[in-house]
Nanobody, 128 residues
């Protein structure tokens, strides 16, 4: 059974930083695509960032480019989201997700329906 566990959320002031972690158990991450999504209060879930494991290619939403950085650790079967220069509009529940093989086409990586397993989410709150 595949399980994803996020951690690292919390309360931070505008301009601050946080590092989210997502550890995956139940399968190796080779040939998968991992992603972070977020759901702001009262809004729909939205794409944040993704990495294709085999190529280490990363993709970011325009709203976080230059501020957020996604990395992976092959030995720990984990992905991380380093978030800097946080803004109040980054306040959301952050989820990690995995797209298992065969992974979807590149044009579909921003859609939540492309991912097969999800974590429970971790709250990030940025105060103004």
């Amino acid at each position: 059974q595949v399980q994803l566990v996020e951690s690292g959320g919390g309360l931070v002031q505008t301009g601050g930083s946080l590092r989210l972690s997502c550890e995956v158990s139940g399968r190796a991450l080779r040939q998968t695509r991992m992603a972070w999504f977020r759901q702001p209060p009262g809004k729909e879930r939205e794409f944040v960032a993704a990495v294709t494991w085999s190529s280490s290619t990363t993709h970011y939403a325009d709203s976080v480019k230059g501020r957020f950085s996604l990395s992976k650790d092959n030995t720990k079967n984990a992905v991380y989201l380093e978030m800097k220069s946080l803004k109040p509009e980054d306040t959301a529940v952050y989820y990690c997700a995995v797209d298992t093989p065969p992974i979807k086409v590149l044009s579909a990586l921003r859609f939540s329906s492309s991912y097969d397993y999800w974590g429970q989410g971790t709250q990030v709150t940025v105060s103004s």
